[in-house]
């Protein structure tokens, strides 16, 4: 499960509140605006149930447009 957020998980972004991803590795986070700090956390999940969170992790997006901003997210 990943959470993202702009605002230290005071709100989420959209789509990114407690989602599931999965057996994935890492994830691309789109729709994002440019040059923005963004917070993510992870958890994972078996029959034992669902790990705490990890440690808060952070990115900011480049400022370079036209293209659309993206954070790749490592899980691994």
């Known amino acids: ?4 957020s702009s605002d230290n998980f005071q709100t989420f972004i959209a789509g990114y ?3 599931s991803v999965g057996g994935a590795l890492a994830a691309v ?3 994002l605006n440019p040059a ?3 917070q993510y956390r992870v958890r ?5 149930g669902i790990s705490p969170n990890t440690p808060v992790a952070s990115g900011t997006t480049l ?3 036209p293209v659309e901003p ?3 997210v490592d899980f691994s």
């Open 70 to 72: 993206v954070l790749t």
């Open 17 to 19: 509140n407690n989602k």
């Open 44 to 48: 994972s999940a078996n029959s034992s």
């Open 29 to 31: 986070v789109n729709g």
């Open 1 to 4: 499960f990943i959470d993202i």
């Open 36 to 38: 923005t700090a963004y």
């Open 63 to 65: 400022s370079a447009e």
